[in-house]
Each structure stands twice: as C-alpha cells, then as structure tokens.
C-alpha cells in the first residue's frame, strides 16, 4: 500500500458549500455503497477519529491502528474517485473527539442543508445519533445499511413467534432465498450441517499455510495515537501491522484463503495447537465488520470453490454456517434484545477477571498460549475464544460485563453488535440460554482432545486437585455444584450433574475446597 495513505488526509474542501454532509464511520468502509455510484458537489463525506470511540473500552492497539489507518485509506480512495470528503484526525485542533459533537460543528462551519449517516451497527452510537436527530437544528435522516443479508430486526421477524430461537431455522431458511450450497430445493451432498467431520485435532499435517496478509509501516500513525494518549493493550506491530486496509488488499486475502486453506477448514477448525494462532482460519473477520468486503461475495467465493471441485463439502458449508447463519444470528438477537443485553447476569457470576487476561502470564499452557496471541496479534480464533478463554472466565465465575469489555476490547474484529451476544450468550451464558442450548463449559479432558497445549503443561490434565491438576477440572466441577439445582434437569446439563452427584462426599469437598483455593490465590494476585 501507498504510505501516503496512512498520511493524515490534507486539502479539505472546506470553503466549499455542502448542502449535505454524509457520516461514514469506521466499520463502514465499503466502496459500492449507493452513496459513492458518482461524486456529487453538493454532498461531503465526513469522517473522524475521536476520542469517544478509542475509549469506549480498552482497546488492543492493531485494532485502533487497523481501524484509523484503513479509515484514511478509504478517505484517500474516495478523494481520488472525485468525491469531497472531510476528515478529522485524532489530533486536529478542532476535534471535539465526539461523533455528534463533531458533526454539529461542521453542520455549521458549512452551511449544511441536513446531515445523513448510514445505521449504526453499534446500539450506542445509533442512540446518540437518533438523539441529536430529534433535537438538531437541521434536518438529520438515516439510511439503511448494505453491509448485511438481513436488516436489523429481520431475524427478531423470522424467530420472533418460536418459543425458543435456533440459528439453524435461519441458517436453512437464508440458504434457500440466496441459493447457497443448494442442489435444488436440497441441500448440496444431502444433509444442512457437517459439523461431525468437522471436529479433528490437527497432529502438524497437513502443512499450516503461509500468511497472505500484507504488512504496513504505521508508525507515524502510532507515534500520534500515543501523543493523543489513548490507553490501549497489546502489541501494536506498526512496522508491520499484518491486517487489510484497502478492499483490494482484503480481496486478495480471500483469494488466498480460498485457495490454500478453505480446503483443510473444515476437519480443523475447532482444533488447539502450539504455535499455530491461524491454522486454517481465514482471519477475514476484520475486513468484513469494516465492511472491505461483502458477507455475500465471500460465500459465493467459497461455494464456487466447492463447486469447482478444489475444496470438500464439509470444509465449505462450515465455513459458510459461520456467515450466512452465525454473523446474521447474534446481529439479529444484539438488536432484538439491546438496549440491556450487556446487563446480563444470568449464573449471578461476579468474580473479577483474573490478571493474567491482560499479561497472559499464567501456567496453564492453553490459557498462555491464547491470551498471549491474542496481546501479540490482537486475534484468536473461535475455539480459542469459547472453549479457553471463554470456557475458564464461565467455570471460574467471572464478572460477565468483565469478560464483555475484555473480548470487545483486545480483539481486532470486536465490534458490540457480534462480539456481545457472541461473549455474553455463547460463552458466558449470561443471557440464561438466548444464544446457546447449554452453556460452553468444559474440563481438561476436552482441551487434551482438541490440542497439544497439555503435553507441554505443568497441569495434570487427569488430576481434580493437587498443585499439579489441572485447574480446569476442579473448576468444571465446581461450576456444575454452583448450578446444581438449576441444570439438574437441563435436557443438556442433567446428565453432567448426576455425575458431579455420583461422586463421594470427600471428593466432592476436596473438589470445592480446591476450587476456592484457586479462584481465592487470583482474586488476591
């Protein structure tokens, strides 16, 4: 990429009348929206980096230089198409380092007519705007978004008349209107879901691909964000930062996925290794939650994949479930049930999250592994999020609000309307089943099966208590005591209870007491 794109943006049209000034923030970086067919010389495109938005949570530093930097490459791409575009740095004087309040001044400095901004898909930003536009002076209208399959409340009309919501009534129903996987008014190969060939441990073959992701030099980028004093986490990598900033670039890492790792997906998504932060992941999270590409053309290149014979059924639907049917689920519940979805509490959990979330420095092999990656490179992968750090934060009785401001925070494609029902439905059953049949909590036993991490751990995986158990295991125990009477007859979680009732009286106690122990020796570190 140009370097002098991640220049602060120069030469703003100000003395230009904009009867229309046009809000495009910085998870909306797609260039085929309706509004860029052709420049318009009455219409100019806002864009800002401000502080409300840096330090709505503690954020991972590639994650504040991805998002800014790609904002300036997208204000630069625009520029060169012909259209006017107004973009404030984190640093310009005028900055009042607030989306509206920002918005207001420039409404006036130009003279504007009426603002327009396309939806929010975080629940606060779209409240402060709605806000402004029942109070503005001046004529405040939102457009509808392009950037997903469904609007926001498409799943809450679908699922809302069921008793109980199941992404997979969605997931069928979202692959017969876009004829996806589909042979027919059949799904391709017979059956909706392949997730039982998808579920292999990875023992170093075959061969984890190269990294396709380009590199960027960001440093002046840095050095500003630093002087702005934004507090942020993690390592910033910015003579290298590793993620897309341009559609192009985001386009060619698809190409790559498709080609070298889509094939091998499937068998090993779900697997845990040493080493190996991306095995067969796309990580094209990021360049779609800023909207660099479309949740559609990503399917459609991973289907003619398939149907082009160079990758199994099994890799491809799985990798499509997790767009088509996951992304367009937990935005559809994020919007059904906010605001108040964060608030929830529903296992009354309200220990703090122990330190080593924010230094990974912690014995535990799998524990070090993720949350060491996830500092180095601001990402992990699904399995990594839900059944390690997620699965320890659930069995330990952490804070849920904790846990949400930790994973909307230290990840690069963390934004609330995916990350919260992802974190507080799925992983932390804080919402007392919404998202997840049963809660996500396991011991050492499924950690060994899915990876290598507990061969180089000083944690007996086999061990309940003791120094070197595992604490994974007195954990899981104690969590289904805590639960006991509500999971006793969970159709899910009754048969894990009888277990935990089964065992003697004095291991049951050692159990607890071992637990207490541990969760006591971190509350004090």
């Known amino acids: 990429m140009n370097g002098a794109c991640l220049a602060a943006p120069t ?11 046009r809000l495009i923030l910085g998870d909306q970086l797609d260039l085929d929206h309706p509004w860029l067919c052709e420049p ?23 994650k504040v230089l991805a998002i800014f930097a790609a904002m300036r490459a997208f204000a630069a791409a625009l520029r060169q198409r012909g259209h006017r575009v ?8 005028h900055n009042r380092q607030d989306v509206v309040a920002n918005l207001q001044a420039l409404a006036q400095a130009h003279g504007a007519r009426a603002v327009e901004y396309q939806q929010p898909d975080e629940w606060r930003l779209d409240a402060a705007l709605r806000r402004w536009a029942q109070q503005a002076p001046l004529p405040v209208r939102m457009v509808e978004t392009r950037h997903f399959l469904l609007p926001r409340d498409g799943v809450a009309r679908r699922l809302g008349a069921r008793r109980r919501w199941v992404m997979e009534h969605l997931y069928r129903a979202l692959r017969r209107e876009h004829g996806v996987l589909m042979d027919g008014d059949q799904p391709a190969g ?35 964000v630093r002087q702005a004093g934004v507090a942020t986490v993690g390592e910033p990598a910015a003579a290298a930062l590793p ?21 091998h997906f499937g068998p090993y998504q779900d697997a845990l290794a040493e080493g190996r932060p991306r095995l067969f992941h796309s990580q094209l999270s990021f360049a779609l939650n800023v909207k660099l590409l479309h949740p559609l053309e990503v399917i459609r290149r991973a289907e003619d994949a398939w149907r082009a014979g160079h990758a199994p059924l099994a890799s491809v639907e799985g990798f499509i479930r997790q767009i088509l049917g996951w992304r367009e689920y937990v935005r559809g ?17 309200t220990r703090p999250l122990p330190r080593f979330y924010w230094d990974g420095e912690t014995d535990m092999a799998c524990l070090r592994a993720a949350i060491g990656q996830t500092l180095r490179d601001a990402y992990a992968h699904h399995i990594q999020r839900l059944m390690v750090t997620g699965n320890f934060a659930l069995i330990a009785g952490c804070d849920p609000a904790e846990v949400h401001r930790w994973y909307l925070g230290v990840y690069v494609d963390a934004f609330e309307w995916v990350e919260a029902p992802n974190t507080l439905g799925m992983s932390q059953w804080a919402d007392g089943g919404l998202m997840a049949t049963k809660p996500y909590a396991a011991s050492a036993a499924y950690l060994q099966r899915m990876g290598d991490h507990c061969r180089g751990c000083r944690y007996d995986p086999r061990r309940r208590t003791g120094a070197d158990a595992c604490p994974f295991n007195a954990l899981y125990w104690d969590f289904i005591a805590r639960h006991e009477a509500r999971f006793a007859t969970h159709p899910r979680m009754a048969m894990m209870v009888r277990q935990w009732r089964q065992l003697p009286d004095d291991e049951r106690h050692a159990v607890r007491t071992w637990a207490e122990h541990l969760v006591q020796r971190w509350d004090d570190a």
């Open 190 to 224: 017979g059956r909706w879901n392949f997730d039982a060939a998808n579920r292999q441990p990875w023992r170093g073959q075959p061969p984890e691909p190269p990294d396709p992701r380009p590199r960027h030099d960001v440093r002046a980028l840095w050095a500003m």
């Open 333 to 349: 519940v994020y919007w059904a049930h906010m605001p108040g979805y964060t608030e929830r509490n529903a296992l009354a959990h």
């Open 86 to 93: 107004r973009y404030i740095a984190l640093d310009h004087p």
């Open 243 to 263: 993620w897309p900033l341009t559609r192009a670039e985001a386009l060619a890492q698809l190409d790559a996925f498709v080609e070298q790792a889509l094939p």
């Open 40 to 62: 318009r010389a009455d219409v100019l495109h806002v864009m800002m980096e401000v502080r409300s938005e840096t330090d709505y949570a503690r954020h991972h530093t590639q």
């Open 11 to 21: 030469g703003e049209a100000a003395s230009v009348a904009a009867p229309t000034l």
